[in-house]
Nanobody
């Protein structure tokens, strides 16, 4: 059974940083492209980043490009999202997923950016 468990969210001031983690199990992680998505209050699910199975290819939504960095550790079956220069509009529930639509995703971790 596929299991994705996100962690690392919290309350942070504008301009601050957070590092999200996602622990994966139940599938061959080292062969899987991984995605981060988010859902802000009252809005739909938004894709924000992906990373290829070997970690050599990444991509970002325009809204986070230059501020967020995705990475992975295949030995630990984990994917990460380093978030810098956070803004209030980054406030959302963040999910890792095995597809860009979030059909297989974890329970999410809440990120709140507020002073």
């Amino acid at each position: 059974e596929v299991e994705l468990v996100e962690s690392g969210g919290g309350l942070v001031q504008p301009g601050g940083s957070l590092r999200l983690s996602c622990a994966a199990s139940g599938f061959t992680f080292s062969s899987a492209w991984m995605y981060w998505l988010r859902q802000a209050p009252g809005k739909g699910l938004e894709w924000i980043s992906y990373i290829r199975s070997d970690g050599d290819v990444t991509n970002y939504a325009a809204s986070v490009k230059g501020r967020f960095t995705i990475s992975r550790d295949n030995a630990r079956n984990s994917v990460f999202l380093q978030m810098n220069s956070l803004k209030s509009e980054d406030t959302a529930l963040y999910y890792c997923a095995t597809d860009q639509w979030g059909n297989r995703r974890g329970q999410g971790t809440q990120v709140t950016v507020s002073s």
